[in-house]
Each structure stands twice: as C-alpha cells, then as structure tokens.
C-alpha cells in the first residue's frame, strides 16, 4: 500500500499563487508515476499534471504556463506550483501515484486538499 498525504491548499485571490505538496509513505517501490487530479462541484475528475520517475511531465492545457509539476525522488514527494489562478481552477486538488508491479499498475489516491480562488 501507499499513502499520499496533500498539503498546501487554501483561499486565494485570483491571479495569486499557491503551492501543494504531496509526501508519499508506504511501498512507494516503483511508484513512477505521480501526479496531480482536480475535481470541481459537479464535474468529473480531471487530470492537471503527471510526472514520471525520470522526470518526464504532462499537464493539461488548461494549466498550462500556469502550473509547474515537480517531484523530489529522495523525498517521495511531488509538488504543484500554481501561479496565475483564475476561479475556474477551484476544485479539491487529489495527488496521484501509480505503483508499477509487472504485469499490474496500481492507483492510489490522497484525500484531496481544497483550492478555492475568489474573483
């Protein structure tokens, strides 16, 4: 198993800046991939940002030149800086980690942290 646990979320204006943090526990061997997911009031959860273990990232285009996904390996922890926030981006914000055991991928989800910017 693996634990993620978010931190940094919170009340913004729009156009300020926000950090969030994600600390993976656990069997975090071959946890490659990690990430970011949002979900807003009535939406589907979406993709924001992945990045793998050799540091190869994707963000959706919504974020992008917004936000930046970085990871720290020797803390088992990845990061998403967000800058330039507009209202469209509050949602509770979920770190991602997918654990690769050959032939098996496993998912594993935080608990989510609020973003909420205000116009």
């Known amino acids: 198993q693996v634990q993620l646990v978010e931190s940094g979320g919170g009340l913004v204006q729009a156009g300020g800046s926000l950090r969030l943090s994600c600390a993976a526990s656990?069997?975090?061997?071959?946890?490659?991939?990690m990430g970011w997911y949002r979900q807003a009031p009535g939406k589907q959860r979406e993709l924001v940002a992945t990045?793998?273990?050799?540091?190869?990232?994707t963000c959706a285009d919504s974020v992008k030149g917004r936000f930046t996904i970085s990871r720290d390996n020797t803390k088992s922890a990845v990061y998403l800086q967000m800058n330039s926030l507009k209202p469209e981006d509050t949602a509770v914000y979920y770190c991602?980690?997918?654990?690769?055991?050959?032939?098996?991928?496993?998912?594993?989800w935080g608990q989510g942290t609020q973003v909420t910017v205000s116009s």
């Open positions: 991602y980690g997918q654990r690769s055991d050959p032939p098996y991928n496993y998912d594993y």
């Open positions: 656990g069997s975090i061997f071959n946890l490659n991939v």
């Open positions: 990045i793998i273990s050799g540091g190869r990232t």
